[in-house]
């Protein structure tokens, strides 16, 4: 069964500052894909990004950019420019492809603070 | 668009009683999921759906139960609800097409309480 790990229980950031959110994954197969969801306080579940397996190029979106090494199966977000509406627990999820039928497994949870 | 809407938001329940989370989705999708997300985890997969009259097992699905009659619905049935069962649950949704790492489409969340 495929594991998602995410190391950090918490992490904060000044406002402005970049931070990085870690997650490592365990899986056998060799077509996945990868994503970061972003739950705020208000418990909505927010997709921040994804990645698919078979592209070597790391996903950005605007703030966000990830750090995809297959090899290692280590899958970090990082935030640039920080700012308090990044602040929120991170949810770093992992999805096999064929006949998964995109059923999800997710980390821990990694709580960002933002500090003004 | 509405998307996955899910109700009730909030509920409390007594030990041994029943109730159904209802789950809906208006954008045609096939496949639909519930998950539950315990105080300070992430979410775990109940039971999910790839069309109407098919469901199976996820991870944790005892206590629990599920039917899909229609593409839109997406019901969760606790029989006897017990304390362990205090938790926020996810209905969500995804497009079936296959090799693309559709993300999922997830509702609100319903925050149920067991006493």
């Known amino acids: 069964a495929q594991t998602v790990t995410q190391s950090q229980p918490e992490m904060s950031v000044q406002e402005a500052e970049t931070v990085t959110l870690s997650c490592t994954y365990d899986?056998?197969?060799?077509?996945?894909?990868l994503f970061w969801y972003k739950q705020p306080p208000s418990r909505q579940m927010i997709l921040v990004i994804r990645?698919?397996?078979?592209?070597?190029q790391n996903a950005t979106e605007n703030r966000f950019s990830v750090n995809f090494q297959k090899a290692a199966k280590s899958f970090s977000l990082k935030i640039s420019d920080s700012q308090l509406g990044d602040a929120a627990m991170y949810f770093c999820?992992?999805?096999?492809?064929?006949?998964?039928?995109?059923?999800?497994?997710f980390g821990q949870g990694t709580i960002l603070t933002v500090h003004p | 668009n509405a998307g996955v809407t899910q109700t009730p938001k909030f509920r409390i329940l007594k030990i041994g009683q029943s109730m159904t989370l209802q789950c809906a989705q208006d954008?045609?999708?096939?496949?639909m999921y519930w998950y539950r997300q315990d105080p300070g985890m992430g979410l775990k997969l109940i039971y999910y759906s790839v069309g109407a009259g098919i469901t199976d097992k996820g991870e944790v699905p005892n206590g629990y139960n599920v039917s899909r009659s229609t593409t839109e619905d997406f019901p969760l049935r606790l029989e006897l609800a017990a304390p362990s069962q205090t938790s926020v649950y996810f209905c969500?949704?995804?497009?079936?097409?296959?090799?693309?790492?559709?993300?999922?489409?997830f509702g609100d969340g319903t925050r149920l309480s067991i006493l």
């Open positions: 969500a949704s995804r497009p079936a097409e296959t090799g693309k790492g559709q993300p999922q489409h």
């Open positions: 899986t056998s197969e060799s077509d996945y894909y």
């Open positions: 954008m045609n999708h096939n496949y």
């Open positions: 990645q698919e397996a078979y592209k070597q």
């Open positions: 999820a992992y999805c096999a492809g064929g006949t998964s039928y995109g059923k999800l497994t």
